[in-house]
Structures are given as structure tokens and as C-alpha cells.
């Protein structure tokens, strides 16, 4: 492109009407002219051709993604990647913003996620490596999606708690159980004070646990536990299957006894998500199940923040996503910039329950309790409950002394004293209530860490 096309692909965003835009933000790498090569981005995304030969014409004023903001954040030697394809010796590195209008795409998950995640951006001959780091709707927009349909105060409503945490738990063994093994062991959990039990993400519609079975044999547990208790509980089933299933699924699964579905949503897909959340009666859930490949590397992909605000858009309740901790192998400002995403302002979409979650227990509460400031989080365990030396009923126990602490604001060692199933865990699963710092990724010579850059985009 000549400087008068690169041009055309640059505005002032005091100049357009924020309304008619989305906004994308990436991260991106050049060894080109940084201008030159956020244009042929901006190019690529959208009007990549925008007129006709020998017609006096011009589509990009209405169609083209203009550049509002180009950022330049480090430089180099070397690319992110080595490859043949990222030729250079002096690489740049920074943050663009785009306004992209709306009417390209319309209000829907597949044409958003074509445009962004599709081959303008990730093959586009100016840029050597890129990464979608947040994308900011317009009220217009997100007026189309129905959102949460329970959402926070659904799911607390349903369950009559409101002071606290909701404790989740998936059964372990996660897979090989049979179905009347698996209710009973759920049935534990409940009457030591989970709020809901749930199947793995792995565990679906299998020939030794099919669906309909589990599902009645763990809605007839989820009843008697209520009566003992006095409190209401949710069984969480995973419904995750082929898109032309999820439906019948659904109605399945309610009808024989579970009250809240779970899909993995990046298997099945935002779209089937969206689909699913319209038909269904009881609460969805979103697991993160994944995202990794896409997410993990910091400079290449899409961050999970993005992936985050289009499963609330689409319509799940509960998110569960990466939590703190060196399992999940996710910084601590990613992990609270997703649990943001669920429950900011998001146009007249509710509020979505974040779930960090990743190998925690009643000893690491208190960490993300203190790290989210606020009780509006589930709290999701599996060996942490379920591996308790003295059984599910305990490890469910454990949690709730482990929050009973924080609430008088004692050390757990202390509280434990008196409670003797929060002191077994406190001696099997390590005592500290600290769960080991995520280690900080190598970034490549030059490069700005991935938190460095989101906090630029969020300030």
C-alpha cells in the first residue's frame, strides 16, 4: 500500500460514532514499519480489496478497520517465534487498537470470531507474531445477546446463599465411577456442606455412566440430601457432546434429576453455548477446557479474558476458569482480569459467578479470598474434598470451617484446633493455605511480559 491507502486506514476515534464500532486490541510484532504493518492489519481484517477495477469507488469509510491507537512498547533482534517466515533483524513490538464496525459482522459469536481469530489476523503478511488481547463492545451490540439468564443472583437465589462463597466439587474418581457409586459419593460431599457436586469435564455420556442413569441416580441422592440438611444443592451435570445433542441433553438430564448443565464451551463452541443458554431451564456452566492452546502462549493467540466476555455473552451463568496457583500455569493479573470480565458492566448482561479454579482446597481459601476481595466467586475443589483422609463429608466440612476462620479472621492452624476436619486437611494437603506462585513466563529478548502489556490496556 502507498501512504495515501495506509491512510484510509487510520481514524481519530473522537471522530466516529463508538456505537457503530467494536473495538479490538492486539498485541502484535513487526519488522516492518509499525504503521505500515497495523494498516495492512487493519487492511486484512476487513476491506482487503475496497473497490473494483475501473470504478470510482471506495468501501472503506463505511467498511474498513481503522486504526484509533498504535503503541509502540519495545524492540528487538530476534522475533517472538523463530521461523522462516519471520524475516528481519530489527523487530517491533506493541499494542494496536481497532475500530471495527459492526455492521461487518452483525450480532454473531461464528462472524466475530472469523474476523478476529481468522486468517487477516493471524496471517497477515505485515505481522510475525500477534496476540488478541481484549475486545470492547457497544451497547448496540451486546443489546442482541440475551446473556446470563440466572447469572450470580440466580444461582444464589436458587441455592439460598448469599453471605459466602458457593462451594462447588467435582466427584472423584472422575472417571471409571458407576453411576450409583458416583451419587453416593456426591451425596457425601452435600451433607458436609458442598452446595454443588459435579461431573468432570471429561466425564460425559459414556457406556458404563450413561447420562440418564447418573443423572437419576444422583437427583435422587441430591433430594435426600437436601431433606437431611435443610440446605438445597445443585448436581451439576456435564452435558458436553456433539452440538445436534446438546438440547436433548439438556431436557434429559433435568428431567432425571440434575439442575444446572455444564459444556466445555470451546469444544463445542460459543455459538452451541449461545444455543444451549436460550433453551435451557436451569443454570449453564462454562468450563475452560480448551482454552489453553489458544491462551497460553504470551505472545501468539487470544488471551483468556476475551474467551471470558464471549462465554457471558453467549449465555453461561457460571465460568469456570484458570485459577492462581503454579498448576494452571496463569499469572495472577490474567487470572483476576477474567474473574473482572465476568462480573464488570457488560451492557444489561448479569453478572456470570467467576470460579477460579486449579488443585485449591480449604487451605487455599483464604490466598483467593484475599486475592479477589469480595465473597462473589465460586470455590471449586475435586481431591481437595473428595481425597480427604476422612472422606468427602470431611474434605466439604473442611471448606466450610476454612471460610468460618476468614469470616472471624483467624488463622486456619488456629480454627483448626476446635475443628478436627479442617485440621486433617490442613495436615494432608500441606497446612501452609498458600498455594504455590505461578512461575513468571520466559518471554523472548526485548519482549514486554504479557501482564506488562495488559495492564496497559486496562489503565
Same mark, same amino acid.
Given at each position: ?68 491507537? +498504535? ?37 454473531? +459469536? ?46 444464589? $437465589? ?65 433430594? @435426600? ?30 428431567? @432425571? ?11 463445542? $463452541? ?96 483464604? +490466598? ?52 478436627? @476436619? ?38
Amino acid at each position: 500500500m502507498n501512504e495515501q491507502d495506509i491512510k484510509g486506514f487510520f481514524a481519530d476515534e473522537e471522530d466516529l460514532i463508538h456505537d457503530d464500532y467494536l473495538f479490538f486490541t492486539f498485541w502484535f510484532e513487526t519488522a516492518e514499519k509499525p504503521e505500515h504493518a497495523v494498516a495492512e492489519l487493519a487492511c486484512e481484517l476487513s476491506t482487503a480489496q475496497w473497490k473494483r477495477p475501473g470504478i470510482d469507488e471506495d468501501y472503506r469509510p463505511r467498511h474498513a478497520a481503522k486504526v484509533v491507537h +498504535l503503541e509502540i512498547l519495545s524492540e528487538a533482534r530476534r522475533p517472538s517465534f523463530m521461523t522462516s517466515f519471520a524475516k528481519g533483524d530489527h523487530f517491533y513490538r506493541g499494542l494496536v487498537r481497532l475500530a471495527y464496525p459492526q455492521i461487518n459482522i452483525g450480532p454473531r +459469536l461464528p462472524n466475530l470470531l472469523t474476523t478476529v481469530c481468522g486468517e487477516g489476523a493471524f496471517f497477515c503478511k505485515a505481522i510475525s507474531a500477534v496476540k488478541l488481547v481484549d475486545i470492547d463492545f457497544p451497547a448496540s451490540w451486546l443489546a442482541d445477546f440475551q446473556g446470563p439468564r440466572f447469572g450470580i443472583e440466580g444461582l444464589r $437465589g436458587i441455592l439460598d446463599v448469599y453471605d459466602r462463597p458457593i462451594f462447588l466439587g467435582v466427584v472423584k474418581p472422575n472417571i471409571g465411577l458407576d453411576p450409583k457409586s458416583f451419587a453416593g459419593i456426591a451425596y457425601e460431599s452435600w451433607i458436609g456442606g458442598l452446595d454443588i457436586a459435579k461431573d468432570d469435564e471429561m466425564l460425559g455420556d459414556t457406556t458404563w455412566s450413561p447420562l440418564i442413569r447418573r443423572c437419576r441416580e444422583v437427583g435422587r441422592k441430591r433430594k @435426600e440430601a437436601e431433606d437431611l440438611t435443610g440446605e438445597k444443592k445443585i448436581y451439576l451435570a456435564n452435558i458436553t457432546d456433539e452440538v445436534d445433542r446438546l438440547r436433548e441433553l439438556h431436557d434429559l438430564a433435568v428431567r @432425571e434429576g440434575a439442575n444446572a448443565v455444564m459444556v466445555n464451551a470451546e469444544p463445542v $463452541g460459543l455459538s452451541a453455548l449461545r444455543m444451549l443458554a436460550k433453551h435451557a431451564s436451569v443454570p449453564v456452566v462454562a468450563h475452560f477446557a480448551g482454552i489453553a492452546p489458544m491462551t497460553r502462549l504470551p505472545y501468539y493467540g487470544v488471551s483468556s479474558i476475551v474467551l471470558t466476555k464471549l462465554q457471558r455473552l453467549a449465555g453461561a451463568d457460571l465460568i469456570i476458569v484458570p485459577g492462581f496457583g503454579g498448576r494452571m500455569k496463569t499469572e495472577e493479573e490474567e487470572v483476576l482480569d477474567t474473574v473482572d470480565a465476568c462480573t464488570e458492566p457488560f451492557g444489561h448482561c448479569k453478572r456470570s459467578l467467576p470460579t477460579p479454579g486449579g488443585s485449591d482446597w480449604a487451605g487455599t481459601l483464604p +490466598l483467593v479470598s484475599e486475592k479477589l476481595r469480595s465473597h462473589e466467586f465460586g470455590f471449586i475443589c475435586g481431591r481437595g474434598v473428595f481425597n480427604h483422609p476422612m472422606g468427602p463429608t470431611a474434605g466439604a466440612a473442611s471448606l466450610r470451617q476454612a471460610w468460618e476462620a476468614i469470616v472471624q479472621r483467624l488463622p486456619l492452624a488456629d480454627y483448626a484446633a476446635d475443628h478436627r @476436619e479442617l485440621e486433617v486437611a490442613l495436615e494432608a494437603f500441606g497446612g501452609n493455605g498458600v498455594s504455590e506462585p505461578p512461575k513468571k513466563a520466559v518471554a523472548p529478548a526485548g519482549a514486554v511480559p504479557l501482564v506488562e502489556f495488559l495492564s496497559m490496556v486496562n489503565r
